[in-house]
């Protein structure tokens, strides 16, 4: 009996020791992620703050995270200097109109690059994944010049041009994920039943792929949204210009920013994505599922 519980007692030991190290492991990971978090909501948190604050708190030596004299004088400024509804109207309606024409365009070319295997669909695959790393400054002068040409330069449907053209990899690329965890046994089965490619799309894959069509959808959204470097470039008449672009113009002369104001608009640009995340963060989380998980 005393052997027995030696080797009993031996065998506890590194358990228990195995146990510890993964709950020193899990509270690791949870410590880092709540850094994490904190890092993120930090900027945003002061912007609050200083969205809210008075001039004479906004020169204070000693700023403090919450207002204490709390004001909407900045929004009632920002909106008196600057059109931003306007501005807001004009990146609502390029972000969306993109984000839609990627995703049409997207969908139907991923279904073929997902289901086809062969060299022309891994090159294919590949000048997506690259064409990603090009910096915005290499394509600027080739863009300006086809738009130019097309007459629609200093216009917002130019601008829904560019970023359907610069969303689609992006685009593509996550839906070619998501349609390959489509079980391919649902295509024959809709083929067997007489349905055609475009029925078998529209009908048997497009239902399944849907949180990864609002998730891809919503990231192609976000990125027109926030986008400021073409916008500046493409749109001269400040009727035509985005959100991000008008931001620009709470910017004295020599580097010099009314902070309250900007700050105030720089919040209010900042909520649509928010809110729609907050909507349909279910159906992303969903969509992210799908897109990593194969049957």
């Known amino acids: 009996m005393g052997p027995r519980r030696g080797v009993r007692a031996s065998r506890a030991v590194p358990a228990s020791r195995a146990s510890r190290a993964v709950r020193a492991s899990r509270a690791a990971q949870y410590a880092a992620l709540a850094a994490y978090l904190v890092f993120l909501a930090f900027p945003f948190l002061w912007l609050v703050s200083t969205a809210f604050k008075p001039a004479r708190e906004l020169g204070s ?32 309606i390029a972000a969306l109109c993109a984000a839609v024409i990627a ?51 200093n216009s917002v449907p130019g601008l829904i ?54 998730a891809t959808a919503l990231f192609a959204f976000i990125t027109a949204w926030n986008e400021f470097f073409f916008a500046l470039v493409l749109l001269k008449t400040p009727e035509k210009q985005t959100l991000p672009v008008v931001l620009t113009h709470f910017l004295g002369a020599e580097g010099t920013a009314d902070l309250g104001p900007l ?22 989380t969903g969509g992210m599922l799908a897109g990593a998980v194969k049957s």
Request: hydrophobic share 60%.
């Open 103 to 153: 995703v049409v365009l997207a969908t139907p070319t991923a279904f073929v690059l997902a289901r086809r295997r062969g060299r022309l669909a891994t090159a294919a695959t590949g000048w997506v994944v690259v064409s990603q790393a090009f910096p915005f400054v290499l394509v600027i002068i080739p863009l300006f010049l086809v738009l130019k040409n097309l007459h629609l330069v």
């Open 61 to 92: 030596l000693h700023p403090t995270w919450i207002p204490e004299e709390p004001t909407l004088g900045n929004f009632r400024q920002a909106f008196a200097e600057q059109p931003l509804l306007h501005a807001a109207l004009n990146s609502l």
């Open 263 to 284: 700050a105030a608009a720089a919040f209010l640009a900042t909520l649509p994505s928010l809110v729609i995340f907050a909507v349909i963060q279910k159906r992303i």
């Open 161 to 214: 041009l560019v970023y359907v053209v610069w969303s689609l990899p992006f685009a593509l690329w996550m839906l070619v994920g998501y349609v390959r965890a489509v079980p391919p046994e649902l295509e024959e089965a809709a083929a067997m039943d007489g349905a055609g490619r475009l029925r078998t799309l529209v009908s048997v894959v497009a239902p399944l792929l849907a949180p990864g069509i609002v």
